[in-house]
């Protein structure tokens, strides 16, 4: 007795998982691949289909590994940006600071260095 396509096609995927327990099926199924090569084509079809599944699942799993770092780097990576944000602001104001000191003290010694010349003038 030959099955048809329809069956065939319809059993590749308990055929390749192997949960076709009667032996018979098998057999049914292995003659007509023998002598249908377009289901031969479907089944050859069928198994890049789940290699391709299983390769993308496997990477699936350390994608999503993947993704756990990638947040994990994320969070890092706002964190670092963030403390570096605090360190350039920091090194701003300390910049700025310091400029802003350099600038009083310069106005300071100009200012005495006048009061000291107006001293001079008076004294003089
Ligand atoms: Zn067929």
Redesign the pocket.
């Known amino acids: 007795m030959n099955i048809t ?1 329809e069956v ?1 096609r319809d059993m590749a995927e308990l055929y390749k998982a192997d949960l076709l327990i009667n032996k018979e099926s098998i057999q049914q199924i292995r003659s ?1 691949l023998k002598t ?1 090569p ?2 031969r084509e479907y089944y050859k079809a069928y198994d890049r289909h789940t290699t391709e599944q299983r390769s993308k699942n496997q990477p699936s799993f350390s994608d999503d590994m993947d993704e756990v770092q990638k947040r994990t780097y994320a969070i890092l990576a706002k964190k670092m940006n963030h403390h570096r944000i605090m360190e350039i602001i920091g090194t701003s104001a300390a910049i700025g600071a310091g400029s802003i000191m350099l600038i009083i003290g310069l106005v300071m010694t100009s200012k005495s260095l006048h009061k000291n010349i107006n001293k001079g003038a008076e004294t003089l």
């Open positions: 396509c065939a007509h249908c377009s289901c």
